[in-house]
């Protein structure tokens, strides 16, 4: 298996300009988790689903930011506008039933 | 609710000392209980796993962990250490939700490994 895909690996785009940042998350895997990773903040959770639908999406820092699963193998995290507080790594990871989540390479947003 | 805390943000060992990386848990339930590390510029990865049965558990690159509930401990040991252990190390507990299958992460330990 691939494992989990992502795409871009890394994101270089100006203040203001939207970002789409995409994950495969592992076929056959139930959830699918989106993390973001700062020197300042570590590692936070910010939305998940469970079969497509969101769960929980309260780690999502404001309406800027917004997640999809259109389907069981891709999923979507959109910002709109960006701003250069919302440079970081961004995780993708999936997990069957139980409670291992598999992680992506993660893709390194810069806003300028 | 569910929470981690790692002891110490950086750890330095010498090579072929031993390593010891601290996690304490709160948790309401009985809890299951990870070590993941990270290699610069990757994912995470998951090195053990608690769930049930034996409390010591083994996991990948000689590491191992024990599951003591008195204490609400699951701390990181490795006999030796290696160069290539240079890593971020986190934690994590389970958090059970309505929705299941959420992960409370510590917030990282670096190790650092010198000759």
């Known amino acids: 298996d691939a494992g989990v895909i992502q795409s871009p690996r890394h994101e270089v785009t100006e203040m203001g300009q939207e970002v789409t940042l995409r994950c495969k998350p592992i076929?056959?895997?139930?959830?699918l988790f989106w993390y973001r990773q700062t020197m300042m903040r570590g590692l936070e959770l910010l939305i998940y689903?469970?079969?497509?639908?969101?769960?929980?999406d309260s780690g999502m820092p404001e309406d800027r930011f917004s997640a999809k699963m259109p389907n069981a193998s891709f999923s979507t995290l959109k910002i709109q506008p960006s701003e250069p507080r919302d440079s970081a790594v961004y995780f993708c990871?999936?997990?069957?039933?139980?409670?291992?989540?598999?992680f992506g390479p993660g893709t390194r947003l810069t806003v300028l | 609710a569910q929470s981690v805390t790692q002891l110490g943000s950086h750890v330095s060992v010498s090579e072929g000392a031993l390593v010891l990386l601290r996690c304490n848990y709160s948790?309401?339930?009985?809890?299951?209980l990870f070590w993941y590390v990270q290699y610069p510029n990757q994912g995470l990865q998951l090195l053990l796993k608690y769930t049930t049965g034996a409390t010591l558990v083994k996991g990948i690159n000689g590491f191992e962990a024990e599951f003591k509930k008195s204490e609400t401990s699951f701390h990181l040991t490795k006999p030796s250490a290696h160069m290539s252990d240079a890593a971020e190390y986190f934690c994590?507990?389970?958090?059970?939700?309505?929705?299941?299958?959420?992960?409370?992460f510590g917030t990282g330990t670096q190790l650092k490994v010198e000759l």
């Open positions: 076929s056959g895997h139930d959830y």
């Open positions: 948790s309401s339930v009985p809890p299951y």
């Open positions: 689903f469970n079969n497509n639908v969101p769960i929980d």
């Open positions: 994590a507990v389970s958090a059970f939700t309505g929705g299941g299958n959420k992960l409370t």
């Open positions: 990871a999936s997990s069957p039933p139980g409670w291992e989540q598999f």
